[in-house]
C-alpha cells in the first residue's frame, strides 16, 4: 500500500479512536445530573445519550471547520504524520485521566496535539495564531460563563419556586429533567463529535483526496457512529465525579445545570466555536451550587478539575512533539 493511503487510513482510525474515547470519557457531560438525580436510570440515560449524540453529530459541520482550518495556517503547514503524532497525544491524554476519573478536555487535547506537533515540524510559522486565539478563547470563556449564568438562573428559580414543598418541586424537575438530559446530548453531539470530523477532513484536503475544505457526508456518518458507539459504553468513573463530588444535585439544579450547559454549547456550535462539554457542564454545576451557599461546592474537586484543565494543552502539546519527533526518527522524515 502507498505510504500516503496508509498515513491517511491511520488519521481515518486514530481520528474515530479519539471520538470513540470522547464518546465514553464525555458520556457524563450529557447525563450525569439525570442519573445522580435519579431522574433517569443509568441505562436508560446513557442510550438516550448516544442516539441524541449521533443526530447532534450530524447537524451542522461550522465547528469541523474551525478546528481543521484554524489552528494552521493552510495545509501545505501540514501533513498526515502531524495529525497522527496530534491524535496520538490527545488520546494518550484523555485514557489518563478516564482512568483517575478526571473530567478534562477533549477540546484542550486536540488543540494541544496539534499544536506540539506542528512546532516540532514547521515551528510557529505553520501555525495559525489568530485561530488559536479565538479557539482557546472560546474554550476559557465558554465555563467563566457557565457559571456565572448558572449563579443568575438558580437564583431565578430559588425565587419562582422557593415557596413551594421540596418533594413536590423534585418530582416535577425530576420528570422534566429528562427533556434537558436530551438537549444535552444532542448539543453535545453537535459539538464534540465535529473536532474529528476537522481532523479527517484536515487529512483528505493535506493528501489531495478532495480539493476544498466541505466535510464529505461519510465522514460526518463515520464519526457520528464512534460517538455514539463510545457513549453507549458509559464513562461511569467521570460520571460520579461530575454528578456528586462537585456539588450534591437536587432535580430543580440538575435541570438548571442542563439547561444552561446545553443552551451554552448549542450557541457555540451556532457560531462555529469549539468548547469544551466537559468545562462548560462542570462551570454549570459550580455556578448552581454556589447559588445555594459558596460552601456548597466541594471546592477541592473543582480545584484538582481547574489544574488537569490547566495542563492539558501544554501536556499534549508535549507528547504530540514527542510522538512526531518518534516519527521523524523511525521514519526518517
Same mark, same amino acid.
Given at each position: ?60 459541520? =461550522? ?5 481543521? !482550518?484554524? #489552528? $494552521?495556517? @493552510? ?7 502531524? &495529525? %497522527? ?40 510559522? =505553520? ?5 488559536? !486565539?479565538? #479557539? $482557546?478563547? @472560546? ?7 457557565? &457559571? %456565572? ?40 453531539g453537535s459539538n464534540d463529535a465535529q473536532k474529528s470530523m476537522g481532523i479527517i477532513t484536515l487529512a483528505l484536503l493535506s493528501g489531495g483526496y478532495i480539493d476544498v475544505f466541505e466535510v464529505p457526508y461519510y465522514v460526518k456518518i463515520l464519526a457520528a457512529t ?11 468513573k467521570i460520571i460520579k465525579t461530575v454528578g456528586g463530588r462537585i456539588f450534591k444535585l437536587q432535580p430543580i439544579s440538575g435541570f438548571a445545570a442542563d439547561l444552561n450547559s446545553s443552551v451554552i454549547i ?68
Amino acid at each position: 500500500m502507498h505510504e500516503l493511503q496508509f498515513l491517511i487510513i491511520a488519521v481515518i482510525i486514530l481520528a474515530l479512536v479519539f471520538d470513540f474515547i470522547n464518546g465514553f470519557h464525555d458520556t457524563a457531560n450529557a447525563i450525569a445530573t439525570s442519573v445522580s438525580t435519579r431522574a433517569l436510570k443509568p441505562r436508560t440515560a446513557i442510550i438516550m445519550a448516544a442516539f441524541l449524540n449521533f443526530f447532534g453529530a450530524m447537524y451542522s459541520t =461550522g465547528v469541523a471547520k474551525t478546528i481543521g !482550518g484554524d #489552528i $494552521v495556517k @493552510s495545509a501545505e503547514h501540514i501533513d498526515e504524520h502531524i &495529525i %497522527v503524532a496530534a491524535l496520538i497525544g490527545a488520546i494518550v491524554w484523555n485514557l489518563f485521566t478516564w482512568w483517575i476519573a478526571m473530567p478534562s478536555s477533549s477540546s484542550h487535547a486536540l488543540v494541544g496535539g496539534i499544536i506540539g506537533a506542528v512546532l516540532v515540524s514547521t515551528g510557529a510559522i =505553520g501555525l495559525n495564531f489568530w485561530g488559536i !486565539g479565538k #479557539i $482557546v478563547l @472560546s474554550l476559557i470563556l465558554s465555563p467563566i460563563i457557565a &457559571i %456565572v449564568v448558572g449563579f443568575i438562573i438558580m437564583n431565578i428559580f430559588y425565587l419562582l419556586f422557593g415557596k413551594f414543598r421540596p418533594s413536590s418541586l423534585n418530582n416535577k424537575f425530576k420528570r422534566m429533567q429528562i427533556i434537558t438530559a436530551a438537549t444535552m446530548a444532542f448539543s453535545h453531539g453537535s459539538n464534540d463529535a465535529q473536532k474529528s470530523m476537522g481532523i479527517i477532513t484536515l487529512a483528505l484536503l493535506s493528501g489531495g483526496y478532495i480539493d476544498v475544505f466541505e466535510v464529505p457526508y461519510y465522514v460526518k456518518i463515520l464519526a457520528a457512529t464512534a460517538m455514539a458507539c463510545g457513549t453507549a459504553i458509559g464513562g461511569w468513573k467521570i460520571i460520579k465525579t461530575v454528578g456528586g463530588r462537585i456539588f450534591k444535585l437536587q432535580p430543580i439544579s440538575g435541570f438548571a445545570a442542563d439547561l444552561n450547559s446545553s443552551v451554552i454549547i448549542f450557541s457555540a456550535t451556532l457560531l462555529s466555536l469549539p468548547v469544551s462539554t466537559t468545562h462548560v457542564v462542570s462551570g454549570s454545576i459550580m455556578g448552581i451550587g454556589s447559588a445555594k451557599r459558596i460552601g456548597a461546592v466541594r471546592w477541592g474537586t473543582a480545584q484538582q478539575m481547574l489544574m488537569a484543565w490547566v495542563l492539558t494543552i501544554p501536556c499534549t502539546a508535549i507528547v504530540g512533539a514527542l510522538v512526531y519527533s518518534l516519527m521523524c526518527y523511525v521514519f526518517g522524515l
